[in-house]
Every structure is written in structure tokens, then in C-alpha cells.
């Protein structure tokens, strides 16, 4: 079964890769990031995932980043994070159903610092919304991995800021 993996890093992808090649799923990763900023991050974090992509054999496809679309999604700001996780697994599921995979996922499962349950609900929300199935995947490995950029912010503006914060400002 052919799946299309929303990929938001190198990390996440090489964690769900071992998951579902044990599964014997043909993973494709989709590298949809509009709230990657600055511009800097987003070419880090893509030239990593570009990186284990070619390592791992996984088709990647990446389309313009457009942080128009993340701040348009993300208006008001309020519950930006679940906005963000919604455009990109919707956008994922788009391309999913038009380019005839199988179904779809998120590396954002891999990390534990997204909330796994919102994540999957909007995930097969999208899926049943468009037709296309919502894959989670199994057990993930906990393995620290290592050789590439790895980022310490979720990846939007707002994360940066927060832990530039907690690092700088925070008192004890």
C-alpha cells in the first residue's frame, strides 16, 4: 500500500519510516511546512529531511512554502496549534486523494510534544471528509537518532518566541 506522509521533519520521518516499513508500506513523504519560520529554519529542516530521504529511498514531494496560507489559517491566534496540525494534515489529505495513495498520516505523531489525540481526530476527519483513509502508525521506535539537524521549536514564530522565553527569562 502506497501511503503519503505529511512530514514536518527528518527526525519524525525516520521514526514512522521504521514503523510502517515493518508494515511493508511504500511511504512517500510530503513536505507541506507554511508555518516554518524564518525561511533559514524551513531550508534546514528541509535539506535534513531531503537528507533521509535519500538515505531511506522515500520519494519526497515538496511544494512551494507559502507562509501566506499558515498565517491566513492561524488568524486570531487562538488554538493556532490545532489551525496549524489541521491545515497541514487537510493539505496532506488533498494530495493524497487527487495523487490516488492508498492513505495518509503525519510525522507529527512521532513527537511527544503534540497532542497525538487532536492530531488523529483531524486526521481522520479530513480523511472521511475526503475519502481517502487516515493511517496511524504502530510502534515507534525511541531510539535517539543523530547525523542531521534536528530543531528545538515546533517551527512557527510563536514557538520560537516561547522558547527563546523559557530559556532566557524564565526565573527560578
Same mark, same amino acid.
Given at each position: 500500500?502506497?501511503?503519503?506522509?505529511?512530514?514536518?521533519?527528518?527526525?519524525?520521518?525516520?521514526?514512522?519510516?521504521?514503523?510502517?516499513?515493518?508494515?511493508?508500506?511504500?511511504?512517500?513523504?510530503?513536505?507541506?511546512?507554511? %508555518?516554518? #519560520?524564518?525561511?533559514?529554519?524551513?531550508?534546514?529542516? !528541509? =535539506?535534513?529531511?531531503?537528507?533521509?530521504? @535519500?538515505?531511506?529511498?522515500?520519494?519526497?514531494?515538496?511544494?512551494?512554502?507559502?507562509?501566506?496560507?499558515?498565517?491566513?489559517?492561524?488568524?486570531?491566534?487562538?488554538?493556532?496549534?490545532?489551525?496549524?496540525?489541521?491545515?497541514?494534515?487537510?493539505?496532506?489529505?488533498?494530495?493524497?486523494? %487527487?495523487? #490516488?495513495?492508498?492513505?495518509?498520516?503525519?510525522?507529527? !505523531? =512521532?513527537?511527544?510534544?503534540?497532542?497525538? @489525540?487532536?492530531?488523529?481526530?483531524?486526521?481522520?476527519?479530513?480523511?472521511?471528509?475526503?475519502?481517502?483513509?487516515?493511517?496511524?502508525?504502530?510502534?515507534?521506535?525511541?531510539?535517539?537518532?543523530?547525523?542531521?539537524?534536528?530543531?528545538?521549536?515546533?517551527?512557527?514564530?510563536?514557538?520560537?518566541?516561547?522558547?527563546?522565553?523559557?530559556?532566557?527569562?524564565?526565573?527560578?
Amino acid at each position: 500500500m502506497r501511503i503519503l506522509v505529511h512530514t514536518c521533519c527528518a527526525d519524525c520521518l525516520l521514526k514512522v519510516w521504521k514503523s510502517w516499513s515493518k508494515e511493508s508500506f511504500e511511504v512517500v513523504g510530503y513536505f507541506y511546512n507554511p %508555518n516554518i #519560520h524564518p525561511r533559514s529554519e524551513y531550508q534546514s529542516r !528541509l =535539506a535534513a529531511v531531503r537528507e533521509v530521504a @535519500k538515505e531511506l529511498e522515500i520519494e519526497m514531494i515538496i511544494p512551494d512554502w507559502r507562509p501566506k496560507e499558515f498565517f491566513e489559517a492561524i488568524e486570531g491566534n487562538k488554538g493556532r496549534c490545532e489551525k496549524c496540525w489541521k491545515l497541514r494534515i487537510e493539505k496532506t489529505a488533498e494530495q493524497a486523494r %487527487n495523487k #490516488h495513495f492508498d492513505c495518509f498520516s503525519t510525522t507529527l !505523531l =512521532a513527537s511527544k510534544h503534540q497532542d497525538q @489525540k487532536k492530531i488523529t481526530c483531524l486526521g481522520k476527519t479530513a480523511g472521511n471528509r475526503l475519502g481517502v483513509k487516515f493511517e496511524t502508525p504502530g510502534k515507534m521506535t525511541d531510539e535517539p537518532t543523530s547525523g542531521f539537524y534536528k530543531q528545538f521549536f515546533c517551527g512557527c514564530v510563536d514557538s520560537l518566541k516561547e522558547r527563546f522565553e523559557e530559556k532566557y527569562y524564565t526565573r527560578d
